[in-house]
């Protein structure tokens, strides 16, 4: 809660150009290594003062941080613990909730996941036409986002079976992937934390109705991925092929573990293991490097200054990573579930807006379609570049060099942008008098727009595991600045319960007691139906 007092001292150092600041031992300062990448923030308006300040601000971390891994119960408005890190804990590290140690517990649950892995790659478990060539995996938010960003990132390790993500509750989804697949070859991972989810549910159904039209038994064919086991019964899967996992793991936290089965059967359970060392070697890093440099505490310090501090309502995270297409959507969830919130974890009204609104898309094409508005429009996105050194296909390099040099470029142009002089002197000859200021305002770039690069040598698992995670603990630092529960998500209930108030209105009843809007579209919805 400090921070919301640091505000009006912060926003008095804010305001230096970013280009008076960018001397050679500024990054020394505001570079920071980690987990094998490197992250630079000094193409940021944060000058050393307020980097002191943030980092005084920043006092309750520590505390929170170990709290947060010795299995307190930081999750306050549930009552639980935070402990998507000891999904990736080592096997012989000791972690105990309600005097419990959890590890052992996960490592069984890991092995199980293994043994099951394998047994699908290696051709041991067949569905009920021969070796599992497919596997759908149904869920929705973190039960989808996690693997499904994951698969797609590290497809070069993928040589498991294909796979396949439904998540929406549009029949659509489902539709376009059963198309195509052989249900006596397909395996179908329901993956839901709660086992209630109204889209995973439906979708699971309509997945075994489709399976059952094929072959004698579809329960050999599904497995289970939830936290409430209990209700996995219910579908008569065997416990064999039900994973579970503890209310410690939150559903955007969790494809460390039980959700990431499918990435695991993509991939492999070594190159799994990969990705959860990545996640472990940031986690080492978080708890060990000095505040100051600390990569997940700058990143966070960044956000807070760029949102609270200077008043820029979004960031964007655009990574020149083809394969982190759905890193963005993944961080939505994971930034805007987490932080967007408007109580203090007191319950008190916020000081101020706590969460941005997170948005991307891989670069080169977001330069094609949205960075107008980045490098010219009136309101400044702070733009969280990264970019590998090397590409998986070694042979088509010249791209991954140009890859490069986009991502450089962009983050240079919106440092030093083009003056109205510079945009004259550039048109000079083609046009004259008036019609040449008229011109060169068009081509003015303001410039002093921050941005953040991270780079790392290349996408593989452990990367991927270190850059999950960087995200993560980002999000819980500044959670904790702000001083608001990252780790809950009421927002989303009230959406919920009036889908399901309004299924019965949808099918033909009494819809008048509804607010005249809402009447009027289910009135022409139902009569177009
Ligand atoms: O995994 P499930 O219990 O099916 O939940 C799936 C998702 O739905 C909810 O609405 C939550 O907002 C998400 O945090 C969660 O990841």
């Given at each position: 809660?400090?921070?919301?007092?640091?505000?009006?001292?912060?926003?008095?150092?804010?305001?230096?150009?970013?280009?008076?600041?960018?001397?050679?031992?500024?990054?020394?300062?505001?570079?920071?290594?980690?987990?094998?990448?490197?992250?630079?923030?000094?193409?940021?308006?944060?000058?050393?003062g307020?980097?002191?300040?943030?980092?005084?601000?920043?006092?309750?971390?520590?505390?929170?941080?170990d709290?947060?891994?010795?299995g307190?119960k930081?999750?306050?408005?549930?009552?639980?613990?935070?402990?998507?890190?000891?999904?990736?804990?080592?096997?012989?590290?000791?972690?105990?909730?309600?005097?419990?140690?959890?590890?052992?517990?996960?490592?069984?649950?890991?092995?199980?996941?293994?043994?099951?892995?394998?047994?699908?790659?290696?051709?041991?478990?067949?569905?009920?036409?021969?070796?599992?060539?497919?596997?759908?995996?149904?869920?929705?938010?973190?039960?989808?986002?996690?693997?499904?960003?994951?698969?797609?990132?590290?497809a070069?390790?993928?040589?498991?079976?294909?796979?396949?993500?439904?998540?929406n509750?549009?029949?659509?989804?489902?539709?376009?992937t059963?198309?195509?697949?052989?249900?006596?070859?397909?395996?179908?991972?329901?993956?839901?934390?709660?086992?209630?989810?109204?889209?995973?549910?439906?979708?699971?159904?309509?997945?075994?109705?489709?399976?059952?039209a094929e072959?004698?038994?579809?329960?050999?064919?599904?497995?289970?991925?939830?936290?409430?086991?209990?209700?996995?019964?219910?579908?008569?899967?065997?416990?064999?092929?039900?994973?579970?996992?503890?209310?410690?793991?939150?559903?955007?936290?969790?494809?460390?573990?039980?959700?990431?089965?499918?990435?695991?059967?993509?991939?492999?359970?070594?190159?799994?293991?990969e990705?959860?060392?990545?996640?472990?070697?940031?986690d080492?890093?978080?708890?060990?490097?000095?505040?100051?440099?600390?990569?997940?505490?700058?990143?966070?310090?960044?956000?807070?200054?760029?949102?609270?501090?200077?008043?820029?309502?979004?960031?964007?995270?655009?990574?020149?990573?083809?394969?982190?297409?759905?890193?963005?959507?993944?961080?939505?969830?994971?930034?805007?579930?987490?932080?967007?919130?408007?109580?203090?974890?007191?319950?008190?009204?916020?000081?101020?807006?706590a969460?941005?609104?997170?948005?991307?898309?891989?670069?080169?094409?977001?330069?094609?379609?949205?960075?107008?508005?980045?490098?010219q429009?009136?309101?400044?996105?702070?733009?969280?570049?990264?970019?590998?050194?090397?590409?998986?296909?070694?042979?088509?390099?010249?791209?991954?060099?140009?890859?490069?040099?986009?991502?450089?470029?962009?983050?240079?142009?919106?440092?030093?942008?083009?003056?109205?002089?510079?945009?004259?002197?550039?048109?000079?000859?083609?046009?004259?008098?008036?019609?040449?200021?008229?011109?060169?305002?068009?081509?003015?770039?303001?410039?002093d727009?921050?941005?953040?690069?991270?780079?790392?040598?290349?996408?593989?698992?452990?990367?991927?595991?270190?850059?999950?995670?960087?995200?993560?603990?980002?999000?819980?630092?500044?959670?904790?600045?702000?001083?608001?529960?990252?780790?809950?998500?009421?927002?989303?209930?009230?959406?919920?319960?009036?889908?399901?108030?309004?299924?019965?209105?949808?099918?033909?009843?009494?819809?008048?007691?509804?607010?005249?809007?809402?009447?009027?579209?289910?009135?022409?919805?139902?009569?177009?139906?």
């Amino acid at each position: 809660m400090k921070f919301w007092q640091g505000l009006d001292p912060l926003r008095a150092l804010s305001g230096t150009p970013i280009a008076d600041l960018l001397t050679d031992a500024r990054l020394d300062r505001f570079t920071v290594d980690a987990a094998g990448m490197h992250l630079d923030l000094s193409k940021t308006s944060i000058t050393d003062g307020a980097l002191d300040l943030l980092i005084d601000l920043a006092s309750d971390v520590p505390g929170r941080r170990d709290a947060m891994y010795a299995g307190e119960k930081i999750n306050e408005t549930e009552g639980r613990a935070v402990l998507h890190t000891a999904l990736r804990a080592a096997p012989d590290a000791e972690i105990t909730v309600d005097g419990q140690n959890v590890v052992p517990g996960v490592q069984e649950t890991l092995t199980r996941m293994r043994e099951f892995a394998r047994a699908i790659r290696h051709g041991d478990f067949s569905g009920q036409g021969g070796a599992i060539t497919d596997v759908v995996n149904i869920g929705i938010g973190g039960s989808d986002l996690g693997p499904a960003m994951a698969v797609r990132a590290l497809a070069p390790y993928h040589d498991g079976p294909r796979c396949h993500f439904v998540s929406n509750v549009d029949g659509a989804d489902w539709a376009d992937t059963a198309r195509g697949l052989n249900p006596a070859t397909t395996l179908v991972i329901v993956a839901s934390k709660t086992f209630t989810t109204i889209e995973t549910m439906t979708n699971a159904r309509t997945a075994w109705d489709w399976m059952a039209a094929e072959v004698e038994d579809p329960a050999a064919q599904f497995a289970a991925l939830s936290s409430a086991q209990e209700k996995t019964a219910d579908w008569d899967i065997p416990p064999s092929r039900v994973f579970g996992f503890e209310d410690w793991v939150g559903g955007r936290y969790s494809v460390w573990g039980p959700i990431g089965l499918s990435l695991m059967i993509a991939i492999g359970p070594d190159a799994f293991d990969e990705f959860l060392s990545g996640g472990r070697a940031m986690d080492d890093h978080f708890r060990e490097a000095p505040l100051g440099a600390n990569m997940p505490v700058l990143l966070a310090l960044a956000g807070l200054w760029h949102h609270q501090v200077c008043g820029y309502p979004t960031r964007a995270v655009l990574p020149y990573d083809d394969r982190l297409a759905r890193l963005p959507a993944y961080l939505q969830q994971l930034e805007m579930e987490s932080n967007g919130k408007g109580v203090t974890m007191e319950g008190d009204d916020l000081p101020g807006p706590a969460g941005p609104v997170v948005w991307g898309e891989p670069g080169t094409n977001g330069q094609h379609a949205f960075y107008q508005l980045i490098h010219q429009g009136r309101t400044p996105v702070p733009c969280e570049f990264m970019v590998a050194a090397m590409g998986h296909e070694r042979e088509l390099d010249h791209h991954h060099r140009l890859l490069i040099a986009n991502c450089l470029a962009q983050s240079e142009a919106l440092l030093r942008g083009r003056t109205l002089d510079e945009a004259r002197a550039k048109l000079a000859g083609k046009f004259e008098g008036a019609e040449l200021d008229r011109q060169a305002a068009h081509r003015v770039f303001q410039g002093d727009r921050p941005s953040t690069t991270l780079v790392y040598p290349c996408l593989d698992p452990a990367t991927l595991g270190a850059i999950v995670a960087l995200y993560e603990h980002r999000v819980f630092v500044e959670g904790v600045m702000l001083g608001i529960n990252s780790y809950d998500q009421w927002g989303v209930e009230l959406g919920k319960e009036l889908a399901t108030s309004l299924g019965p209105l949808v099918e033909g009843e009494d819809a008048s007691a509804k607010d005249p809007s809402t009447r009027n579209l289910l009135t022409l919805l139902r009569g177009w139906r």
